[in-house]
């Protein structure tokens, strides 16, 4: 099994998407990418923490490749906007892509410059791509927000296949 943690705008509506895609095994929300060793909603929410709302996604690479994955994870949001998605706006809302290691780093920078080259978005992709750090899960209540609250805010659209 592997792991990725994604940032994409709010974490529920990337989660939500990505529990039901084939080969991923289980999700959760949380944040990563702050300076400090601790943080909660409220105080990512504020902007002030340096951390990004991610999901947790891990997959058997037997059935999905990280390239389809992140794939996936593209047509889930708009990775050309810095720091925004709709109304979330600050950069705990980044598109961000942490990974472990630096073959995964080149498997997610060569696919954006793929993405990049067919002009699949009107702008050039601002993700960011990061070996992982600390993990903090998000407390119950955010975990599988949007299947506990089904008419819950969601700013994710799954959009058409890129290629």
Same mark, same amino acid.
């Given at each position: 099994?592997?792991?990725?943690?994604? %940032?994409?705008?709010?974490?529920? +509506?990337?989660?939500?998407? /990505? =529990?039901?895609?084939? %080969?991923?095994?289980?999700?959760?929300?949380?944040?990563?990418?702050?300076?400090?060793?601790?943080?909660?909603?409220? &105080?990512?929410?504020?902007?002030?923490?340096?951390?990004?709302?991610?999901? &947790?996604?891990?997959?058997? &690479?037997? @059935? @999905?490749?990280?390239? #389809?994955?992140?794939?996936?994870? /593209? $047509?889930?949001?708009?990775?050309?906007?810095?720091? $925004?998605?709709?109304? #979330? @706006?600050?950069?705990?809302? $980044?598109?961000?892509?942490?990974? *472990?290691? !630096?073959?995964?780093? =080149?498997?997610?920078? #060569?696919?954006?410059? *793929?993405? #990049?080259?067919?002009?699949? /978005?009107?702008?050039?992709?601002?993700? $960011?791509?990061?070996?992982? &750090?600390?993990?903090?899960?998000?407390?119950?209540?955010?975990? !599988?927000?949007?299947? *506990?609250?089904?008419?819950?805010?969601?700013?994710?659209?799954? +959009?058409?296949?890129?290629?």
């Amino acid at each position: 099994m592997t792991k990725v943690y994604l %940032g994409g705008g709010c974490y529920w +509506g990337v989660e939500f998407y /990505f =529990k039901g895609l084939k %080969g991923v095994i289980s999700t959760s929300v949380g944040f990563m990418g702050g300076d400090d060793t601790y943080t909660s909603y409220n &105080e990512v929410m504020l902007g002030h923490t340096g951390h990004a709302e991610v999901v &947790e996604v891990e997959f058997d &690479e037997n @059935i @999905i490749s990280l390239e #389809d994955i992140l794939h996936f994870f /593209f $047509r889930l949001h708009d990775p050309t906007t810095l720091n $925004r998605q709709k109304n #979330d @706006i600050g950069t705990q809302y $980044r598109s961000i892509i942490f990974v *472990k290691e !630096d073959e995964q780093v =080149k498997t997610a920078k #060569d696919l954006i410059d *793929k993405i #990049d080259k067919l002009a699949y /978005f009107q702008d050039k992709i601002v993700t $960011r791509v990061e070996l992982q &750090e600390k993990y903090h899960k998000a407390s119950e209540y955010h975990q !599988d927000y949007l299947t *506990k609250n089904p008419t819950g805010y969601n700013c994710h659209v799954l +959009g058409e296949k890129i290629f």
